[in-house]
């Protein structure tokens, strides 16, 4: 069975760090480019970070970067979302996906993806 299993939700202050993971079984996880994407209440899913299948090539959304880091582990089928100085507007149900054939810039824009996890909430608050 396909599945994607997010992990590493959340309670966090402001200023504060945490890690979402992202596992993967039943299918053959290289060659698919992984994205994380977030949703808040009464907000569209946007996306904020992808990774190629290689992982050498990534993308962010401008609200994120320089305090959001993804990477994957291949070895383990897992890709990390590393989240450090977090805000409160951060605050949203993140999503994992698996997409074949796309470049990681295109799945973050386009919010494509074969395969989506369930969802891990991370909320920012004091």
């Known amino acids: 069975q396909l599945q994607l299993v997010e992990s590493g939700g959340g309670l966090v202050q402001p200023g504060g760090s945490l890690r979402l993971s992202c596992a993967a079984s039943?299918?053959?996880?290289?060659?698919?480019?992984i994205g994380w994407f977030r949703q808040a209440p009464g907000k569209e899913r946007e996306g904020v970070s992808c990774?190629?299948?290689?992982?050498?090539?990534?993308n962010y959304a401008d609200s994120v970067k320089g305090r959001f880091t993804i990477s994957r582990d291949n070895t383990k089928n897992t890709v990390y979302l590393q989240m450090n100085s977090l805000k409160p507007e951060d605050t949203a149900v993140y999503y994992c996906?698996?997409?074949?054939?796309?470049?990681?810039?295109?799945?973050?824009?386009?919010?494509?993806?074969?395969?989506w996890g369930q969802g891990t909430q991370v909320t920012v608050s004091s």
């Open positions: 990774i190629s299948s290689s992982g050498g090539s990534t």
């Open positions: 996906a698996a997409r074949r054939l796309l470049s990681a810039q295109t799945m973050c824009v386009t919010r494509l993806g074969d395969y």
């Open positions: 039943g299918f053959t996880w290289n060659g698919y480019t």
